[in-house]
Nanobody, 125 residues
């Protein structure tokens, strides 16, 4: 599957952004067969898990650092996954990546074989 992330930008602390990730299915598979995740990588740091959404049930998991502020959702009819971010903090500054996994549930970057190109989110204080 090919993924295209968008929606990044520069905001002040306390602001909001919504990221989108459009998927194009390949090899006869549909978008709904993939679990989806958002990850981020700040300068000089390792890529970290942000949020996960189940391929069918819509159940979600969040990193503690974003719980209550970020919401992941998906629209299988539109082949799109979203990350709504509110109450943004300077420490949320990073390149955000969407990713697709064949596994039912995982938050480990290495278990996601498909990645988008990343979109930069910059939060100023």
């Amino acid at each position: 599957v090919q993924l295209q992330a968008s929606g990044g930008g520069s905001v002040q602390a306390g602001g909001s952004l919504t990221l989108s990730c459009a998927a194009s299915a390949v090899s006869g598979r549909t978008f709904s067969t993939f679990s989806m995740g958002w990850f981020r990588q700040a300068p000089g740091k390792e890529r970290e898990f942000v949020a996960y959404v189940n391929r069918l049930s819509g159940s979600t998991t969040y990193a503690d650092s974003v719980k209550g502020r970020f919401t992941i959702s998906r629209d299988n009819a539109k082949n799109t996954v979203y990350l709504q971010m509110i109450s943004l903090k300077p420490e949320d500054t990073a390149v955000y990546y969407c990713a697709a996994s064949n596994e039912v549930y995982t938050t480990t970057p290495g278990r996601y074989p498909y990645w988008g190109q990343g979109t930069l989110v910059t939060v100023s204080s």
